[in-house]
């Protein structure tokens, strides 16, 4: 089983549509929860972290924990092509580590 | 927020050669840097976690006498390919954590990447 795990997509939503994006993990240990957004040949950046159970809103961004089932998503709301990217779901575990999962690719159609 | 810098973006060389990566922090110390490697259409994989002034750590897998980190300072970290290959091409990001975040949480702060060509 991998550490973290994401549907690779493509995820294909029509503009102005709520995106949501999902990821799994396997140590129950971790603490924090991160999603990074990278386009094509970039780096990745930072778009929320979440630490606590429940959901965490930034803007159109909503970040949804539930360390009980050991998940975490992001939902992009009124999403715009300019969202068309990789949303990569990241861990940070008890050694210190960070680990990323594959990615889940977003399109948004315009 | 914080600024990491990566150095070269690019970088094209000949195989049996070796290339340097360098990794600055620019407006902050970080103690733990990380080295990713990421191949097309993949994600991150994690190579090696730096600590200022002691060896680095590296994953299960990463030949640590092939690629060569050095953490000289709390802004500096190297990211040496020794004897490089085509198989070595890949795109090579670092990324910092500042010293005042102690523990397992806060952001990762990302450079820019390099993309390294063995021919």
């Known amino acids: 089983q991998k550490e973290v795990e994401q549907n690779s997509g493509p995820l294909s939503v029509p503009e102005g549509a709520i995106a949501s994006l999902n990821c799994t993990y396997s140590?129950?240990?971790?603490?924090?929860f991160f999603w990074y957004r990278q386009y094509s040949g970039k780096s990745p950046e930072l778009i929320m972290f979440i630490y606590s159970n429940g959901d965490k809103e930034d803007g159109r961004f909503t970040a949804q924990l539930n360390k009980a089932s050991q998940y975490v998503s992001l939902l992009i709301r009124d999403s715009q092509p300019s969202d068309s990217a990789t949303y990569l779901c990241?861990?940070?575990?008890?050694?210190?580590?960070?680990?990323f999962g594959t990615g889940t690719r977003l399109k948004v159609l315009a | 927020g914080a600024v990491v810098s990566q150095h070269p973006s690019r970088v094209i060389c000949k195989s049996g050669t070796s290339v340097k990566i360098e990794c600055r922090s620019l407006?902050?110390?970080?103690?733990?840097m990380f080295w990713y490697r990421q191949f097309p259409k993949q994600s991150l994989m994690l190579m090696a976690t730096?600590?200022?002034?002691?060896?680095?750590?590296?994953e299960q897998g990463v030949e640590k006498d092939k690629f060569l980190i050095n953490h000289a300072s709390l802004t500096l970290s190297t990211l040496t390919v020794t004897s490089a290959h085509p198989e070595d091409s890949s795109f090579y990001i670092c990324?910092?954590?500042?010293?005042?975040?102690?523990?397992?949480?806060?952001?990762?702060?990302f450079g820019e990447g390099s993309r390294l060509t063995v021919l």
């Open positions: 990241a861990v940070s575990s008890r050694t210190y580590k960070y680990i």
């Open positions: 990324s910092a954590k500042s010293l005042r975040d102690r523990g397992y949480t806060g952001e990762l702060f």
């Open positions: 407006d902050f110390q970080a103690t733990t």
């Open positions: 140590d129950r240990g971790s603490q924090s």
């Open positions: 730096s600590n200022e002034g002691s060896k680095a750590t590296y």
